[in-house]
């Protein structure tokens, strides 16, 4: 069965059922903007004098926040829409013909989320024209090919995350740890919202177990203050790490739990 194929088909229908809901995304893209003018009112409130934890970065605190708004909306697509998207297929009761065709496990994966991440990228190109023209951001510094190395390799780390979690919704329909972690931590925890140098000490080794502060850090580097190869190389060995064991894994797992709920019947079930 042709990848590229399926993929059309898949984002094709999507679109054509988000299309139909142009209120909802005509909201969605206010909601962005309100939620990046509060962020833009509170670096307003400090000014443009830099918190010890920010030095590193040379920016002030909207540019590190809108940096990492913009690229954790991105790559959490892949950590959120499995999940939900499978969910979806659920519900409706398309998934188990969907799965009952000579579909294998990374097609259906790839098909799944591709209009997810082809909006994603459209939000990313929202978030890139507000920043210049709205906010009069400047990234005159950023090393864009090492940027988009970490997008690269924090992209595919998120995606098996929610890979990982749409393991649970295959088995249990409802009850997902992986998607609550995610949903709850990763922000807080991950150098999103603040450096994670803001934590107590305790929580720093916490920290440390997720690959969102090491794909932040790394990509707030390249982008703020133009880091080179040598400077980030920790964080991205960290991420080759994650991903060599996460991908292979979580897609693994996936079909494992697929090939459970075919042989307890469940697969049709929600």
Not at 97 to 103: G, M
Not at 153 to 166: K, M, N, T, V
Not at 257 to 262: E, F, H, Q, S
């Amino acid at each position: 069965m042709n990848l590229a194929r399926v993929v059309l088909a898949f984002v094709r229908r999507d679109f054509l059922a988000e299309s139909s809901y142009r209120l909802s995304f005509a909201l969605g893209a206010l909601a962005t903007l309100a939620n990046l003018a509060v962020f833009y009112f509170i670096g307003r409130l400090f000014g443009t004098a830099l918190a010890p934890e920010l030095e590193p970065y040379g920016r002030d605190y909207f540019a590190y926040v809108f940096t990492a708004l913009a690229f954790f909306g991105y790559i959490g697509t892949g950590a959120g829409s499995y999940a939900g998207r499978l969910r979806q297929e659920q519900t409706q009761g398309t998934l188990e013909a969907t799965l009952s065709t000579p579909l294998g496990t990374v097609p259906f994966l790839a098909a799944l989320t591709a209009w997810n991440f082809l909006f994603a990228t459209f939000e990313l190109a929202v978030y890139a024209l507000a920043g210049l023209f709205i906010f009069k951001l400047d990234f005159a510094a950023a090393n864009w090919p090492l940027a988009a190395l970490v997008f690269a390799l924090s992209a595919g780390c998120f995606a098996a995350l929610g890979i990982l979690s749409s393991c649970f919704v295959m088995l249990f329909k409802r009850g997902n740890p992986v998607a609550w972690v995610l949903n709850n931590f990763e922000g807080l925890l991950g150098g999103v919202y603040f450096p994670v140098a803001v934590l107590p000490a305790w929580l720093l080794p916490v920290s440390a177990l997720l690959p969102v502060t090491y794909a932040v850090r790394a990509f707030q580097s390249a982008m703020l203050r133009g880091a080179g190869l040598t400077e980030i190389k920790g964080d991205l060995l960290a991420l080759a790490a994650f991903d060599a064991v996460l991908i292979p894994a979580s897609v693994w797992l996936f079909g494992l739990a697929v090939r459970r709920a075919r042989r307890t019947g469940t697969l049709g079930e929600y």
